[in-house]
């Protein structure tokens, strides 16, 4: 018997470490254990099974996705067979090289499921029978789905899952309410038999079992904390007990930048093949801004204040799995499209939860922008070892005064949570300053003035 190690040939080449040993010409069970995530990674948590014990898995095919404190990743099979056994449920916790599947690579795919329904008298009822049948257990209903079921007094047995692993998604639920709103004659029809009736429990049951629970119901649920969800706390708990952090404020007449964007948008999206949007001209003005108050960008080592000389922009995205920050590196050597087009990509794979922990990683400033959720005004804590953080927020049609004359202009409140160890006032006040000047006058950033 003998080990060997096998990497598949997916892009994230570290994602697989598969140890598995042959006694036979055929191959015998192969043991998938969870792979590196990276040197400070030394646990992570299943975030969910892709496929069920006894489905067949093509090599190469993700079929359970890892959660670390930083990122989550799909991991792909390292050979085609049967999985035979999760090791471990969803939501464990997992060391890194433990066992967490067993493969059979002598398996085959099964096809009996296909003969029934081409033999059946009734094709047409077969599959759904199928399909209704599959998951075997109640579904697994994720968060953003159970809020839409308790709004829309929907039990989640009447919710056909569509996610993998049997999850009962948001989309699940939209699309459940879109139907029985496109089908109100159906409606009608039970409480017309169901009403007359002197009570049905069998009926009652059925129809409002979510209108029981909510009513009178005084349950909890308990979960497990999420990899990511805890790293979060931590950093955040870490950042206000080490740092002294304070918040200043300013705001912003975004006219000029509206004006401009409105007025290149189409000739940008056409040359470039990506939106103007705001955040370029953001993470442009930031730039220069840490230019002129270099210690914004610096951290603290030991007794040491480190300065910077390049600009790794963090990017607060929100996520399947939460906010995350992927970094874009040299933002000072990046025009206004790569800026957009390397956002509009991190989005794509937060999204997917498709992002790696080296996308994370580093940063010597952060930008948060709450205003896309509708935050008029926020304090930001900073992401250690960082020694600040700019918030943006919504855009709002304010009264203010221009030249004697008071206007409405579509103002940003904007804020700059600092580390006061190594920034002073001055300096912070002197930043957002900068970032004001040169959004209300778009020119400076192609004059460099």
Same mark, same amino acid.
């Not at 805890?230 to 705001?251: G, Y």
């Not at 994370?360 to 930008?367: A, D, K, R």
């Not at 940003?412 to 300096?427: F, N, Q």
């Given at each position: ?126 599959? =759904?029978? *199928?399909?209704? #049948? @599959? $998951?075997?257990? !109640?579904?697994?209903?994720? %968060? /953003? ?35 029985? =709103?496109? *089908?109100?004659? #159906? @409606? $009608?029809?039970? !409480?017309?038999?169901?009403? %007359? /009736? ?40 870490? #950042? ?210």
């Amino acid at each position: 018997m003998y080990a060997a190690l096998r990497r598949s040939g997916y892009a994230h080449q570290s994602i697989v470490s598969v140890y598995f040993a042959a006694s036979t010409p055929l191959m015998s069970m192969i043991e998938v254990k969870v792979p590196g995530f990276g040197e400070s990674i030394q646990e992570v948590q299943i975030a969910q099974w892709l496929k069920k014990e006894g489905e067949w898995i093509a090599k190469d095919e993700e079929f359970v996705e890892l959660e670390s404190e930083k990122a989550t990743q799909a991991l792909p099979s390292p050979e085609a067979g049967i999985l035979t056994k999760q090791v471990l449920p969803n939501g464990a916790f997992a060391k890194v090289g433990e066992v967490i599947a067993i493969l059979d690579p002598n398996g085959k795919p099964n096809t009996a499921a296909s003969a029934p329904a081409t033999a059946s008298v009734a094709p047409a009822t077969t599959p =759904a029978t *199928t399909t209704s #049948a @599959a $998951p075997g257990q !109640p579904p697994f209903v994720m %968060p /953003a789905a159970a809020r839409l079921l308790h709004e829309h007094q929907i039990p989640a047995e009447a919710v056909t899952p569509s996610g993998p692993g049997n999850r009962l998604q948001k989309e699940d639920v939209l699309r459940h309410v879109a139907e029985r =709103a496109a *089908t109100p004659a #159906a @409606a $009608p029809s039970p !409480p017309a038999t169901a009403t %007359p /009736a002197v009570r049905s429990e069998s009926a009652a049951v059925s129809v409002v079992p979510s209108m029981v629970v909510s009513d009178g119901s005084r349950s909890e649920e308990i979960r497990p904390m999420s990899m990511l969800r805890r790293t979060i706390a931590n950093r955040l708990v870490e #950042a206000q007990q080490t740092a002294a952090l304070l918040t200043t404020f300013n705001e912003i007449d975004m006219q000029p930048v509206m004006e401009l964007r409105s007025k290149y948008k189409d000739t940008f999206a056409e040359k470039h093949g990506v939106k103007l949007g705001f955040m370029s001209f953001f993470a442009k003005a930031t730039v220069e801004a840490l230019r002129r108050f270099p210690a914004i960008n610096a951290e603290i080592r030991g007794n040491d204040v480190v300065y910077r000389n390049y600009y790794d922009i963090g990017i607060a995205i929100g996520g399947g799995k939460g906010l995350i920050v992927p970094v874009l590196r040299n933002v000072e050597r990046m025009g206004f499209a790569e800026i957009e087009r390397t956002i509009g990509h991190f989005a794509t794979l937060a999204k997917e939860n498709k992002i790696k922990p080296s996308d994370l990683e580093g940063g010597t400033f952060t930008i948060s922008n709450g205003g896309v959720y509708g935050s008029l005004l926020s304090t930001p804590i900073v992401n250690p070892p960082q020694s600040g953080i700019l918030g943006l927020h919504a855009i709002q049609d304010r009264p203010i005064a221009v030249q004697g004359q008071v206007v409405i202009r579509p103002m940003m409140y904007v804020a700059l949570t600092y580390d006061h160890r190594i920034v002073d006032g001055r300096e912070a006040v002197g930043f957002l300053r900068t970032i004001k000047e040169v959004l209300e006058e778009p020119a400076r950033l192609f004059l460099e003035v």
